[in-house]
């Protein structure tokens, strides 16, 4: 299996890459308000790289459950700038633009990323499947349950079989957009950690990323420093039940497994720590 990203095509294969967060956001739960700033934020984008990320991905907007959302005019202006200078500064690291919206995605394409990471699917903005389809960029289809500002109601919803409803659901994107013209190579698929699932639907979907590789795209997952893994924790180390700093080594946890599992793309906010825990494990794995 493999993933074509325009100009650099990358193969995924028993090592994941490793995707940077980048939230340019006043809001984000775990990173927000700290790379608002374009300087800060390229510096903070330097130091990924430096620590071996493989891949950035810009997000220009919180999707923490009850943010609200944020105009296409305002992710640009957070978001084009940086992806300017780290285009101009990275030439061969791949850059994503986290975006619900085909405006800005556009925009970042224009700026130079080439992946878009839609945690909607291409369900909340019409002109999205067209945009990756005519733009020829690599697209991630995130599974989600109601919208940011709905997904947690009452702790989040329930569901018969969470790993079949996702998985039906991912495929169904997948046509969706293969239907559309968009290349079958381009495509990655993305349980959606935390995005409209109780702590026991992100743990079986965890426990699951084999089923979820095993549908014929590469898969990323992106747990890191998720509120689930402080209720993982709850017994052991109280500060991670709201402190997302204190959930490093439950997001370790998490990476490992979901290497063990086949991911290919692992969506994280300590990038250097994943990489030595993964390069160790895909070494013994070999
Ligand atoms: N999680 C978040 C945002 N974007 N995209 C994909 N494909 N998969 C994910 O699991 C995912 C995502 C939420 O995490 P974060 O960006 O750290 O926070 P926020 O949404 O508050 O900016």
Redesign the pocket.
């Known amino acids: 299996m493999s993933l074509s990203i325009p100009n650099r095509s990358l193969h995924p294969g028993r090592k994941p890459w490793i995707m940077g967060?980048l939230?340019v956001?006043p809001?984000?739960?775990?990173?927000?308000g700290r790379y608002v700033s374009p300087d800060d934020a390229v510096a903070r984008a330097e130091e990924m790289v430096a620590e071996g990320a493989d891949v950035i991905?810009i997000?220009p907007?919180?999707?923490?459950p009850g943010?609200a959302d944020v105009p296409a005019d305002v992710q640009i202006a957070r978001a084009v700038p940086v992806i300017r200078e780290l285009r101009a500064r990275f030439p061969r690291v791949p850059l994503s633009i986290?975006t619900r919206l085909a405006e800005v995605a556009g925009a970042a394409l224009d700026a130079g990323a080439e992946v878009v990471?839609d945690?909607s699917a291409l369900r909340d903005d019409d002109g999205l499947v067209a945009l990756v389809a005519e733009r020829g960029c690599a697209a991630?289809l995130?599974h989600r349950r109601g919208t940011?500002a709905t997904m947690q109601a009452g702790g989040g919803p329930a569901y018969e079989d969470v790993v079949e409803v996702i998985s039906e659901f991912l495929l169904e994107r997948a046509r969706f957009a293969e239907s559309r013209g968009v290349q079958r190579s381009r495509i990655v698929l993305?349980p959606?950690?935390?995005?409209g699932k109780r702590v026991e639907d992100n743990v079986a979907v965890l426990r699951h990323v084999e089923r979820f590789a095993s549908l014929g795209y590469p898969v990323?997952?992106?747990?890191?420093?998720?509120r689930f893994i402080g209720a993982l924790l709850e017994e052991v180390n109280e500060v991670a039940a709201t402190d997302p700093g204190a959930r490093l080594f439950g997001s370790l946890a998490c990476a490992a497994w979901a290497t063990l599992g086949g991911a290919s793309i692992l969506?994280v906010?300590d990038v250097g720590p994943t990489r030595e825990a993964v390069s160790v494990l895909t070494q013994v794995m070999q």
């Open positions: 967060i939230n956001t809001d984000s739960f775990s990173d927000g991905d997000g907007e919180s999707t923490r943010a986290d990471n945690t991630v995130m940011p993305d959606g950690i935390g995005f990323l997952i992106g747990a890191s420093r998720k969506r906010h």
